[in-house]
């Protein structure tokens, strides 16, 4: 078996939630450039036809189409369900990235940031999956499965608040969740994986990653020394999406430099 047909995603169909900039954006470039339809959703449905043709302009073996897509309410995530129901037959591909976030300090951080944050990246990922599972299940197989993949956060693996309380505990949920999906979905033959990020530019984290001064600070900060780039993330998804992957599920890649195994100074140093 080639390298190309281990990673190849030619002929599948996939929806990237909040595919119109950052992480999402990435991944949908990547999965185009391997040959899948992509499908691009998020709230700003300009937004995400203007990536669409930026992405049909790459003259790659895939293609992409954009529209709007509100993860933030029962009633958005079924409108979504059904504009994807009547673009495809079928998806082999779920990448739930879409998402919130809410910044405060302790002694400062509003009860109405918890409800805002957690019915996004918790209960709008698993109802989101939940109600495509039709959809999914179609195109599984024993031999290639359905693909579902989490983004969560390397803040959802170690004790890190910055202020962002409620997004940290919905990222540790959305690690969690995608571990008892994955358990419960493997017999359907859909694969539910993981990505937990660490700083990567994308419009969330434009407030430390908008300039490359900004970014080089952020990016000390972080074992490799550096802040993500498109190709890891690509990479993930090819790995996660692509035949090689297709034994794997439950898993939680840790993309995010090495931040997931920092862990306290070595204690005994300054006595010796």
Known sequence: MTPETLFSLSGKTALVTGGATGIGRMAAE?????GAHVLVASRKGQACEATAAELNALDAPGSAEGFAGDLSDEAGIDALVDEVSKRSQSLEILMNNAGAT??????????????????????????????????????????DPARVINVGSVMGEVPMGDGAYSYS??????????????????????????????????????FATEDETKRERVGKGVPLGRVGRADDIAGCMLFLCGRGGSYITGAVLPVSGGINVQTAGNIFSDAL
């Open 169 to 206: 505990a919905s990222k540790a949920a959305v690690i969690h969740l995608s571990k008892i999906m994955a358990k419960e979905l493997a017999p359907y033959r859909v694969t539910v994986n993981a990505l937990a990020p660490g700083p990567f530019v994308s419009r969330m984290t434009a």
């Open 102 to 143: 809410w910044g405060a300090p302790m002694g400062q951080f509003p009860y109405a940031a918890w409800n805002k944050v957690m019915s996004v990246n918790v209960a709008g990922i698993f109802d989101l999956t939940q109600k495509l599972l039709p959809l999914l299940m179609k195109s599984a197989s024993d031999d």
């Open 30 to 34: 990547a999965m185009v450039r391997a």
